[in-house]
């Protein structure tokens, strides 16, 4: 075991950790999340780490994060990079410009996020040449959201660069970082032996009654426990006088350092103020600038407290612990806490999102100056994804607005903010609530009907009432012929969702209208959301190219609306894969708490994919989660989509059908009190699936072409695209040829294989069915299943397989039948589609064959070296942890790893790997490698 300094009692395993991590960046990249309560002992440790990586000579950087900063996107980011600037100019150029405007060496606009991720991880992996590097995150719950993001990026892929990263969290905090799936080890508090041996060695003079009692009182925080014997007389730790009734710990541990801060002269104490208000900056120039006399005499005071420490390079002050800063900012009277910031605002940059903040904390009154700005800071925060910064910035703009007009313009803004992108339905209502007793005339403005309709459109549900209300608005806008005007896009974008989700090819009439006064001018996502999302049948055949060209550049989209107004447009042309990066962007924020209502409609998209995808389990996942979001935050509709569809879409095919026509019938009759039209083709599809799943065509062919007509693909029907292999086969099971025969000649007219290979497999696949001619048929089941890429499709494309293995076993051709179905059964046993397996090995025993075989032979697959290795630790009784911490991966990688194991081993638990590796090993000749 590692000897541990006499300051770190109790933490030698740590160390020996920490130790082996730092020995570890000579060859190879990590990194690593320390977490645990406050005062446990986190910074120490980081401490530890920089002065082991000192003594094998790697280059240390440390970043202090707090609650007081400035929320301005990728500052964080800006201080952990500076110190590597000089090897800007050894990189790429693009490289170079994004790193130069996050690090604020040039003005310009901020590169995409993955673009910044990459010229960062360049940056790093360049500056490790020499010598390795390892970055120290102190209190890294406090990254501002955009830093936070392109670290976590960064630390996934730090293997092989010998750069290391370890960050500090605090327990119970979320981010990025804790997301992000890195290995993490748990500072627990000290047990009663440890703390009571910290004790003795720093304070041997405590009398043995007064060191129970801290070791008592202090819970195992070593910060209490070197804080508290502090805070007694000589009297007290000596035992000559009696304890007081209840000693400081936790939260009162403050009073600590209140007592050193008091002690501070009125200059010191104002300076301090100012360092503690200007969150982790710290810089010693702000300070410096902001200071009357531009003296530090009050840093220096600060520090022979033992309240802050200097650092060199680059020149700037930390303070000893949070707890200090938290502590002069509570102490400080309002007077006091004014004069800081107006100090602060004056040494900043005008536009800075620093300024703007220090300028309204120190407002006590309406000022028009300081509620512009932020404003436009608002408007710059949102541009970069900060949703609940600029929602933030527009609630104090409204606040501090002396004009009324002014003042309801702004809350009509957060509103619809905070509608459409936090998702905060309440104080949505409240700002609307407020803004219309302020100025009842703006009530009828475009801004605030939007939100008005949004919330009768997700709250409460009531379609056609949201949509009147919008139409006119649209109708009388001033704007309407403008297609800059944003109020008139978010306008168009709401009523393409409400036309939708009616189900009516009426309700789109007034969006008809309204794109056609804008002529040629109709802006580009607009047009594709409504030509791709709105009427794909119609449009989207002649129009993958623009939309390809818009998907292409989503991976790196700011503005989180647009992702998923194009993730819309993605929905039924099959491509939303090229928008998971983007949308779990948004799902992670909202997991957060940054931007729920945008997280329920990326869930939404997810949980779409994964249902078209096979990804079944995961569906169930983010419908669940988006479901509750929408219970916690009064999202009514969005429970209906997943809750009620995507999730009984699953349930239904993988055999659970008890309640699945009472749910359908539940949704048909919700839907149509609300003039939710789109609910009974939701209901439609749930019968028909019951249906089949049952064997029941006859009922099938009822229930899909009541909303699916044979033949008919309809306008602004988009949803039957989802049902074009239900019609075909439950009119061809049922001896309608020619209904099956019209529904795939819409089809073709259509050109839907034009539009994405899963549309062009069930088109072929249709088609097949439909052919009487044998040789026919099987040409067209072969074109179905010819390309590659639509195994993307699972289920799709086993219900095509399990129609063509029944077709050649109806003439005969038991060889190829048998082979069809095998593939059909395990594409269903994958999936658990258990009525549509039970149907596939009935066939297969009717094709000759008792039982089916598995997919692919046992043993089949070679392991990964990093495979073997997991195994070899999983075989030798390790925990997921445990190999964890050995291989520097987090407990929950190992677990996928393993997932991926079993099957190639041919086993289903930890306790089968042993026998299963070493017969591998007889099978190939090769021992396993040792763990």
């Known amino acids: 075991m590692t000897p541990e300094p006499p300051h770190l009692t109790g933490r030698a395993a740590e160390i020996a950790l920490l130790r082996d991590f730092v020995a570890y960046l000579q060859g190879g990249g990590a990194a690593m999340l320390l977490t645990g309560p406050a005062g446990v002992g986190k910074t120490a440790m980081l401490g530890v780490a920089a002065d082991l990586a000192s003594e094998v000579k790697v280059t240390v950087h440390t970043v202090i994060s707090t609650e007081f900063d400035t929320p301005d996107p990728f500052i964080s980011l800006a201080r952990l990079l500076t110190p590597l600037r000089g090897g800007l100019g050894e990189l790429p150029r693009n490289t170079q410009s994004a790193l130069k405007v996050a690090l604020r060496l040039r003005e310009g606009p901020p590169a995409r996020r993955e673009v910044l991720a990459a010229a960062t991880l360049d ?25 936070a993001e392109v670290i976590a990026f960064v630390a996934r892929r730090l293997r092989g660069s010998r750069v290391g990263m370890l960050a500090t969290v605090r327990g119970g905090t979320q981010g990025p970082l804790l997301l992000a799936g890195l290995p993490d080890r748990e500072l627990r508090p000290l047990n009663q032996s440890e703390a009571d041996a910290l004790l003795r060695s720093r304070f041997p003079q405590l009398a043995a009654p007064v060191r129970a009692r801290i070791v008592e009182e202090a819970g195992g925080l070593p910060l209490a426990l070197l804080e508290m014997p502090m805070a007694l007389t000589a009297a007290h730790r000596s035992g000559d006088a009696p304890l007081p009734a209840r000693l400081p710990v936790a939260a009162r541990l403050t009073r600590l350092f209140g007592d050193r801060i008091g002690k501070l002269p009125e200059g010191a104490r104002a300076q301090l103020l100012m360092a503690a208000l200007n969150g ?113 910035a527009l609630q104090r703009a409204a606040e501090l607005s002396p004009d009324r007009m002014q003042r309801a313009k702004r809350e009509i803004q957060a509103a619809f903010v905070g509608a459409n992108v936090t998702g905060d339905l309440r104080r949505a209502a409240e700002l609307l609530a407020d803004a219309t007793r302020l100025e009842p005339a703006l009530t ?226 919700w839907g149509s009190e609300r003039g939710a039209g789109m609910c009974t083709t939701f209901a439609a599809h749930l019968r028909t699936l019951h249906a089949i799943a049952l064997e029941d065509f006859e009922a099938a062919f009822a229930h899909v072409t009541a909303v699916s007509p044979p033949g008919e693909l309809g306008r602004y029907s988009p949803h039957r695209l989802w049902m074009l292999y239900d019609v075909v086969e439950a009119a061809v099971k049922t001896g309608r040829l020619e209904a099956a025969a019209a529904h795939v000649a819409a089809m073709r007219d259509a050109e839907l294989p034009k539009i994405s290979s899963r549309l062009a497999m069930l088109t072929a696949g249709s088609a097949a069915l439909v052919a009487r001619d044998p ?157």
Request: with cysteine; aromatic share 4%; glycine share 8%.
């Open 123 to 147: 940056l790093l992996q360049h500056a490790s040449r020499a010598r390795p590097l390892l970055l120290l995150l102190d209190d890294a719950h406090w990254l501002d959201q955009a830093s």
């Open 280 to 392: 982790a900056d710290g810089e010693l120039s702000i300070l410096q600038t902001a200071s009357p006399d531009r003296d530090l005499h009050g840093v220096v005071a600060a520090e022979a407290a033992g309240l802050v420490r200097v650092r060199d390079l680059p020149p700037r002050l930390e303070f000893m612990h949070p707890l200090v800063r938290a502590t002069v900012v509570q102490e400080a009277a309002p007077q006091q806490l004014r004069a800081a910031h107006l100090a602060l605002a004056a040494a900043y940059p005008h536009d800075s999102a620093a300024r703007a903040w220090h300028l309204a904390d120190a407002s006590t009154e309406p000022q028009e100056t300081v509620a512009s700005l932020l404003e436009a800071l608002a408007v710059r925060t949102l541009a970069t994804g900060g949703v609940s910064a600029a929602m933030t």
């Open 444 to 669: 009828g403005s475009l801004a605030a009907t939007i939100t008005a309709s949004y919330l009768l459109l997700n709250g409460q549900c009531e379609v056609d009432a949201a949509h009147h209300l919008l139409v006119r608005a649209v109708e009388n806008h001033p704007g309407k012929s403008d297609p800059t005007d944003p109020h008139l896009i978010d306008a168009l974008h709401s009523l393409m969702i409400m036309s939708s989700f009616g189900g009516r090819e009426p309700l789109w009439e007034p969006f008809q209208r309204a794109v056609a006064r804008l002529g040629e001018n109709v802006p580009a996502d607009v047009d594709v959301c409504h030509r791709m999302f709105g009427d794909p049948v119609r449009h989207a055949a002649h129009g993958m190219d623009e939309l390809d060209a818009a998907l292409a550049g989503l991976a790196g989209e700011l503005d989180p609306i647009r992702v998923t107004r194009l993730a819309l447009a993605a929905l039924y042309t099959d491509r939303l894969d090229r928008c998971r990066p983007a949308l779990w962007r948004l799902i992670n924020d909202g997991r957060q708490g940054e931007g729920v209502a945008l997280a329920i409609h990326a869930l939404i998209s997810s949980c779409i994919d994964d249902w078209l995808t096979g990804q079944w389990d995961e569906a169930l996942d983010l419908a669940a989660e988006g479901s509750a979001f929408g219970d916690t935050h009064g999202y009514r509709r969005y429970r209906v989509i997943l809750k009620g569809y995507m999730e009984r879409l699953v349930r239904v095919c993988r055999g659970d059908l008890d309640d699945g026509l009472q749910a359908a019938d539940e949704m048909a009759v």
């Open 775 to 931: 040789h026919k048929a099987g040409a067209l089941f072969a074109e179905a299943l010819a390309d590659p890429s639509t195994t993307r499709w699972p289920f799709d494309r086993a219900r095509i397989q399990l129609d063509f293995g029944e077709r050649l076993r109806h003439e005969h051709k038991m060889a190829e039948a048998r082979h069809h179905l095998h593939t059909a059964h395990a594409g269903f046993e994958q999936l658990g589609a258990h009525p549509w397996l039970r149907r596939t090995e009935r066939e297969l025993r009717m094709a000759g064959e008792a039982t089916p075989r598995a997919a692919t032979e046992v043993g089949g697959h070679p392991l990964t070296a990093q495979e073997r290795q997991v195994a070899e630790l999983a075989a030798s009784g390790l925990t997921n942890r445990e190999i964890g911490e050995r291989l520097f991966l987090s407990h929950r990688s190992v677990g996928a790893i393993l997932y991926r194991v079993f099957p190639k081993l041919g086993v289903t638990s930890r306790a089968a790997l042993r026998g299963a590796l070493d017969a591998r090993a007889d099978r190939t000749g090769h021992a396993p490698p040792a763990p």
